[in-house]
């Protein structure tokens, strides 16, 4: 199990998640982070541990421009975490608070989407040589959101997800597919901004949740650092957009998050039933990371083979490169070349 990846956006959540004047605690590789939304509607990140004696700033409140620790009413600014004020100093005493920082993360919000930037460098203030992943369609209401935490590491939660050998055993469905429908496929892949995509095409004809939409859907699959994969799926100018954020919380706890943006009325209409399939998705495998870890407690040797674990390939080949280029200092280079991968799923 390699390290987490850095000097990157990571999804850190929907812009309903944080309404005005709010505070909320996430966790993002081992960081404990609050997000908060200021009154002007701007948002910002700050590490979640007050520096003079650890109580959670997300249990605080927002005073202005800063940030109120609930303890000893010490307060940091929300731009840089400068300690602006400490209500127990006398005038002649001399600490000077602004020598007194909590850690600040760079965050953004594009659309209904919240990114927050985690440095490798814990030092690092100012702005990101990269931006956070734009996804157009992610402007509107999310009209699914679900999510779930594996207990597994990130790289575990990845590979999972990519994984095309699974879906027939694993999500055996009546209104799915069953390992009886298995058949050879063949798919294009290519490389894309850190990351590879499965080439638009029209989705495996024994996946009767597609017969849904109508029509003749064209599908595109991407997938990119840290942990973000998207299937966009047209229908002339309707869309469904799945975002998927799989985030490191700790090194043995990933969370899932699956949003679903769509101007499909049958997908809206259909949403309960819709829910209850990813849902049911998400937890089988769910359960089958718990039967994993029960394996992988013994520490064995993994194997990935052929075509079908290709993508779990290029995802280790993709966040070595990354943290070798940051480390470098010099441009990512895509290891992943274009090429068709070939697999019975
Ligand atoms: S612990 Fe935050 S002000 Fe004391
Ligand atoms: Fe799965």
């Known amino acids: 199990m390699s390290e987490f990846v850095y000097d990157i956006w990571y999804f850190a959540g929907l812009s309903s998640d944080v309404k005005t004047g709010d505070l909320i605690r996430i966790e993002i590789a081992s960081e404990p982070i609050t997000l908060g939304r200021k009154k002007d509607g701007s948002i910002f990140a700050l590490?979640?541990?007050c520096p003079h004696r650890a109580a959670l700033l997300s249990a605080g409140r927002i005073v202005d421009d800063s940030v109120e620790c609930p303890y000893h009413g010490?307060?940091?600014?929300?731009?840089?975490?400068?300690?602006?004020?400490?209500?127990?100093?006398?005038?002649?005493?001399?600490?000077?608070?602004?020598?007194?920082?909590?850690?600040?993360?760079?965050?953004?919000?594009?659309?209904?989407?919240?990114?927050?930037?985690?440095?490798?460098?814990?030092?690092?203030?100012?702005?990101?040589?990269?931006?956070?992943?734009a996804f157009p369609f992610a402007t509107r209401k999310p009209t699914i959101d679900d999510r779930l935490t594996?207990?597994?590491?990130?790289?575990?939660?990845?590979?999972?997800?990519?994984?095309?050998?699974?879906?027939?055993?694993?999500?055996?469905?009546?209104?799915?597919?069953?390992?009886?429908?298995?058949?050879?496929?063949?798919?294009?892949?290519?490389?894309?901004?850190?990351?590879?995509?499965?080439?638009?095409?029209s989705p495996s004809s024994n996946s009767l949740a597609y017969k849904l939409l109508g029509g003749k859907p064209v599908t595109e699959i991407t997938f990119?650092?840290?942990?973000?994969?998207?299937?966009?799926?047209?229908?002339?100018?309707?869309?469904?957009?799945?975002?998927?954020?799989?985030?490191?919380l700790d090194e043995n706890r990933t969370q899932i998050r699956q949003i679903f943006f769509t101007n499909f009325l049958s997908v809206k209409l259909l949403k309960p039933f819709i829910a209850a399939g990813a849902r049911k998705f998400l937890r089988q495998d769910a359960d089958m990371v718990d039967l994993q870890q029960k394996g992988l407690a013994y520490n064995p040797k993994l194997m990935l083979i052929e075509d079908a674990d290709a993508q779990?390939?290029?995802?280790?080949?993709?966040?070595?490169?990354?943290?070798?280029?940051?480390?470098?200092?010099?441009?990512?280079?895509?290891?992943?070349?274009a090429r068709v991968l070939r697999y019975r799923s």
């Open 47 to 49: 590490r979640d541990i």
């Open 74 to 133: 010490w307060r940091f600014g929300t731009d840089d975490g400068t300690c602006q004020e400490i209500p127990s100093l006398c005038a002649d005493q001399d600490t000077d608070p602004s020598k007194i920082k909590v850690r600040s993360f760079p965050a953004r919000e594009n659309g209904q989407l919240i990114w927050v930037y985690l440095s490798s460098d814990k030092k690092f203030s100012g702005t990101p040589e990269i931006n956070p992943p």
């Open 150 to 201: 594996l207990n597994c590491h990130v790289d575990h939660a990845v590979v999972g997800l990519m994984d095309p050998a699974h879906g027939p055993f694993v999500h055996e469905n009546k209104w799915w597919r069953s390992r009886h429908s298995i058949h050879e496929k063949a798919k294009k892949f290519e490389p894309r901004e850190r990351g590879f995509a499965m080439a638009a095409h």
């Open 224 to 248: 990119r650092l840290p942990g973000i994969r998207t299937e966009e799926i047209k229908v002339g100018h309707k869309t469904l957009l799945s975002f998927t954020a799989v985030t490191p």
């Open 312 to 337: 779990a390939k290029w995802y280790y080949a993709i966040k070595k490169e990354w943290g070798k280029s940051r480390k470098e200092n010099r441009e990512f280079v895509n290891p992943m070349k």
